[in-house]
């Protein structure tokens, strides 16, 4: 074992590997009962969540929705709602299984906000995207992308007196493989502390079917490399992330890769420094 893995995934608050369907079924309970006591203790009755037609909102979408229908099947309000937000840049290219996604998770609302236009907008308005070579320019208008599309969530939960919903887990935090203030900004993060193959565990138990559970996970960012597979951009597998995580055996390069990417982004997982 690596002499840093048990420092890393306590920091992150890696759970155990689950034990059975039964544990799986907790686990989706307690995240789902997660969520309910947020709402009750903001004063809420709204959640909001982009839908991109990964597993990971897919699953975060899931729970969401049974969290706002247990609530109102139980008694509580009949005005607790979950809202999906369709978020694409221009013509999204898994447009079909960002649809699945949807009709999956069923949510009380499902809006379209593309965020082509603003984005483009802001980029012609920065002139110190100017003089950057292709790739850099692809790579800052990554980022834009992704905050511009927080900033859609948090209109529409600023509208409805809502909360953002955060699909940011264990095996993305470790790589540090989010924008920061875009989608690692949220209210709330339901999928916190679970390796990648365990949110796909998640998805099949909450009823989501297997091509998006077992869909390639990518950020899907980059104009010039649309679709781009997220192995790819953190040059080690999820197989490797999820068991580095939990305490597995992992290659001398798996592990020296994590842990550098882990380092490299500290910055991201905490809050903006201060004096002391």
Do not use: W
């Not at 690596?2 to 890393?8: D, L, N």
């Amino acid at each position: 074992m690596h002499s840093r893995q048990p420092e890393i995934a306590s920091a992150l608050n890696v759970i155990a590997p689950f034990d059975g369907d039964d544990s799986i079924k907790a686990e989706i309970e307690r995240r789902v009962g997660f969520i309910q006591q947020c709402l009750r203790e903001s004063g809420l009755k709204t959640l909001v969540l982009g839908i991109s037609g990964g597993v990971d909102s897919t699953t975060a979408g899931l729970l969401a929705q049974k969290a706002v229908k247990q609530m109102r099947e139980a008694g509580e309000g009949d005005s607790y709602r979950f809202i999906a937000v369709r978020l694409p840049y221009d013509v999204q290219h898994d447009e079909d299984e960002a649809q699945l996604a949807v009709d999956t998770i069923q949510p009380d609302e499902c809006h379209t906000v593309n965020i082509g236009e603003a984005v483009r907008g802001l980029a012609s308005a920065t002139e110190s995207l100017e003089g950057l070579s292709p790739a850099a320019r692809d790579f800052v208008l990554g980022n834009t992308k992704a905050r511009m599309r927080m900033v859609a969530q948090y209109t529409i939960a600023n509208a409805r007196g809502g909360l953002v919903i955060g699909t940011d887990h264990a095996a993305e935090a470790v790589m540090g493989f989010f924008t920061k203030f875009g989608d690692g900004a949220c209210d709330i993060a339901p999928l916190t502390g679970l390796v990648k193959h365990q949110v796909r565990e998640l998805a099949l138990a909450l009823g989501a079917p297997q091509q998006l559970a077992h869909k390639v996970p990518t950020a899907d960012l980059e104009e010039l490399h649309p679709g781009k597979p997220d192995e790819m951009a953190h040059g080690v597998t999820y197989r490797d992330i999820d068991a580095f995580l939990q305490g597995k055996e992992v290659s001398e390069d798996a592990a020296a890769t994590i842990v550098d990417a882990y380092d490299k982004t500290e910055h991201k997982r905490q809050l903006p420094k201060e004096p002391s």
